[in-house]
């Protein structure tokens, strides 16, 4: 038996490269030269199997999935948990394939659950954590059997059901070892989840997910379920995970065994993936390349095509086999030249994680195919509160707000604090700003970013909270690498953009914007509102007809006047807006009037008879002439252009008939006023009328 193991050792060493065969070799010859030794096999903490399948797994290959009993799926709509969502631990098993310094660094700030085959394994395990500075408050136990520690490959999937309760997916593991398919089901029983049984044989580490309904596997996945169609394999994914894009690709890793996606690729959020890249001489260069290049091509779920970072693997360094676990990513390290440069290419794609390498135990060091990533399985937060938003990105129009909405899930079952649920912004750079999101339906919180000047850069993230005392944001790093979104011109831009009315001259004399066609394409200014609902309207434009093509850098000119003039100026505004429509939409230019220059209709209506001057314009005197229907009182005033009073003519009681008023061009004392235009007051009977005067030279 020993000498047929050392034959297909060596057969493994030539053929296969793999360094975990060396180390059985040295164990199997140690046992021959020690046999007591190899009659107590229980105290050699290795692994009994490789990550491959061993030439005596391949001849029961047959036996996968057998007696594998599928349940229904969980009840729509689904979420698949990412990696990149809160976890609240992670799964490993002892014997260990992992460092302990890995392990203590996973304990800080996560329950580390280990399985372990008895209690004496488990006593065994925590003196070794101890030890070794672990902190054991955050460890807890799973006794149960196992064939291996990659629990990745065969640990559970975590999904989001249609009451947002979490629950875990499980697959007949792509290999013949019944312990470590059982795990899943024992998990479930430990958390006290639902457990659903999805018959697609698969493994871990060929299968990634952005939360948003999109995954990823190669085809592996096809090659190992010949009874079922791609479309049926696809289809059980959509119904027990959510997935409504299943991507299946091929390995790039060409001279590879294992096929798994985690060799060679990762997503780091739902927009970004990590993708090794090689020298140009080596063989796998042009696949490797072709991956990229159709990964870069694909839109992601927010709607547009996926960042792409690369990392240097010159031998084959498993840099892509990492775990992100909350805000840390474990990344394995090689002692090489390029671990450097892998973690600056993690911190450049995760700004605001902290990158920790590690080197893999002499024993079971980390190799091409099976490293970090393959043998620590997050565990989802089962109270997970998650902010499911599609990101305002890429330019943006500057002419409106901008609606943010997102879906608020707690899978604690605990109520969102209404007024916790924030979207913070930043405009180029400046401090962040926070507005309240409002809840319009259940679960679903709507909110506005004000809009902004063209050529601004705003970045901006969501947060919340339930009463289970959960803090979420999105993207779930928060502030440090926020979303971003820049503003651009869409539509004929008014400047300005906003005309105030405060003095009788500007009533007068009308205000004009601007029209201007700052972008890069014609538009057909389609319509002009020519009167409001207060008494503004449009007295002239710079074109005569519409529509009219408006050039890239050409302008409409458009002057507004105001119909009725009362009293004298004030801090107080009517708001008004003046509205154009163009082959690009719709559009306002505000208008701020000084409420106290309008008249209302109600009760300062414009007199029929009366105020009426000649000449005007005038030199040295203008006449006015009154038809008083009543005995009232009568006051006339002359006023400037500032709405101040410098004259009054009368302020009398008036018996019915014909008066004449006159005007000399002077002031209250008698002196001369200088020539321009001055505005004439008449009130009568509760009623108001203004007249313009225009007094020349003499």
Not at 9 to 19: E, R, T, V, W
Not at 295 to 323: E, F, K, L
Not at 471 to 489: S, V
């Amino acid at each position: 038996m020993i000498l047929r193991e050392l034959r297909k050792c060596y057969f493994c060493i030539h053929m296969q490269n793999n360094m975990r065969y060396i180390f059985t070799l040295l164990i199997l010859v140690f046992m021959m030269a020690h046999p007591a030794v190899s009659q107590d096999t229980s105290r050699v903490e290795r692994p009994v199997l490789q990550h491959e399948m061993s030439p005596e797994e391949l001849l029961h290959k047959n036996e996968i999935g057998r007696g594998f009993v599928e349940t229904d799926p969980p009840v729509a709509p689904l979420r698949n948990v990412a990696e990149f969502d809160r976890m609240q631990g992670a799964l490993i098993r002892y014997p260990f394939g992992i460092p302990i310094t890995l392990i203590k660094e996973m304990a800080t700030d996560v329950t580390l659950t280990t399985i372990v085959a008895s209690t004496a394994q488990k006593n065994t395990v925590i003196s070794q954590y101890v030890a070794n500075g672990v902190d054991t408050s955050h460890c807890n136990f799973l006794i149960a059997a196992t064939d291996s520690y990659w629990t990745r490959d065969y640990g559970p999937w975590f999904e989001s059901d249609s009451a947002s309760q979490i629950g875990i997916v499980d697959f007949p593991y792509n290999r013949p070892r019944p312990n470590d398919d059982e795990i899943p089901k024992k998990m479930a029983a430990m958390l006290g989840i639902p457990w659903f049984g999805m018959n697609v044989i698969s493994t871990g580490g060929d299968y990634m997910t952005d939360g948003f309904g999109l995954s990823s596997s190669t085809e592996l996945v096809w090659d190992e379920n010949p009874t079922q169609t791609h479309e049926q394999i696809a289809q059980k994914m959509n119904d027990y995970l959510g997935i409504t894009n299943y991507q299946v690709v091929p390995d790039p890793n060409i001279s590879s065994t294992i096929d798994h996606i985690d060799c060679w690729g990762k997503f780091l959020a739902p927009d970004k993936m990590l993708i090794r890249k090689v020298l140009t001489s080596d063989p796998e260069y042009t696949a490797l390349e072709s991956a990229a290049a159709y990964w870069a091509s694909q839109p992601c779920s927010y709607g547009y095509h996926y960042r792409i970072y690369r990392v240097m693997t010159p031998q084959d360094q498993p840099y892509t086999n990492s775990v992100i676990l909350n805000n840390k990513v474990l990344v394995p390290f090689m002692n090489s030249a390029w671990d450097d440069s892998a973690k600056a290419v993690y911190e450049a794609a995760m700004p605001g994680y902290k990158v920790i390498g590690f080197i893999g135990n002499p024993s079971t060091p980390w190799i091409s195919t099976d490293a970090l990533h393959c043998r620590v399985m997050g565990i989802s937060d089962i109270g997970l509160l998650h902010i499911r938003h599609i990101p305002i990105s890429g330019n943006q129009p500057c002419e409106t707000d901008y609606t943010v909405s997102a879906d608020i899930i707690a899978s604690s079952q605990q109520p969102i604090i209404s007024d916790s649920v924030m979207v913070h912004y930043q405009v180029n750079g400046g401090p962040y700003l926070a507005s309240m999101m409002i809840n319009t339906t259940a679960g679903h919180y709507t909110g506005v970013i004000p809009k902004q000047p063209a050529g601004s850069i705003i970045r901006y993230f969501l947060s919340a909270d339930d009463l289970s005392g959960r803090h979420a944001t999105a993207p779930f790093i928060g502030q440090a690498d926020p979303f971003q979104f820049q503003t651009i011109y869409t539509n004929l831009a008014p400047v300005p953009d906003t005309l105030w009315f405060i003095t009788f001259e500007d009533c007068y004399l009308g205000k004009i914007t601007q029209l201007k066609n700052l972008t890069s394409s014609a538009i057909s200014l389609n319509y002009v509102q020519q009167h409001g609902g207060n008494p503004w309207y449009v007295d002239s434009m710079s074109v005569s007809l519409l529509p009219h093509i408006v050039n890239p850098g050409d302008s409409v000119a458009i002057r507004v006047k105001m119909y009725i003039l009362v009293n004298s100026p004030a801090t107080q505004f009517v708001v008004d807006s003046l509205q154009y429509t163009t082959s690009t939409g719709s559009h306002r230019v505000i208008l701020m009037i000084n409420y106290l220059l309008l008249s209302s209709a109600n009760d300062q209506k414009q007199m029929d008879n009366g105020g009426n001057n000649y000449p005007n314009p005038f030199s040295t005197e203008t006449t006015f002439a009154l038809e008083i229907q009543q005995r009232c009182l009568v006051t006339a005033e002359i006023l400037n252009l500032q709405g101040s009073t410098v004259k009054t003519l009368v302020n009398k009681i008036f018996e019915p008939g014909t008066a004449t008023l006159r005007w000399d061009g002077t002031d209250s004392r008698g002196n001369k006023l200088p020539a321009g235009i001055y505005f004439y007051r008449l009130i009568m009977n509760n009623k108001t009328e203004t007249k313009r005067l225009i007094l020349n030279k003499e």
